[in-house]
């Protein structure tokens, strides 16, 4: 099944990306923590390699699999488990 990766940046334009839902693998957690700590959003698109820096990036939203482990991910400070989009 393939994902979404939808990074806003700071200026209002999107990007959508396709890619492998996260929480696949059981080091997800450690590699969230990793992700987070980055000062820059790096892709491996086929032939080419794209570097965002983090502070040009409003949000980033990527899919979710089903088997992501929820009470870990709720013990990464700044990560709130349970929350819902509200639309409008």
Same mark, same amino acid.
Do not use: H, N, W, Y
């Given at each position: 099944m393939q994902g979404a990766l939808k990074i806003t940046f700071v %200026? #209002?334009?999107?990007?959508y990306f396709e890619v492998e839902p996260v929480g #696949? !693998?059981?080091?997800?957690?450690? %590699? &969230? !923590?990793t992700f987070l700590q980055s000062p820059n959003v790096s892709l491996f698109c086929g032939d080419e390699?794209?570097?965002?820096? @983090?502070? @040009?990036?409003? @949000?980033i @939203?990527?899919?979710r699999a089903g088997e992501l482990p929820t009470?870990? &991910? #709720?013990?990464?400070?700044g990560v709130l488990v349970g929350a819902r989009r509200v639309v409008g």
């Open positions: %200026d #209002g334009t999107i990007e #696949g !693998k059981p080091t997800m957690v450690e %590699d &969230l !923590k390699l794209i570097v965002f820096p @983090s502070t @040009s990036i409003r @949000s @939203s990527i899919t009470e870990e &991910l #709720g013990a990464i400070p």
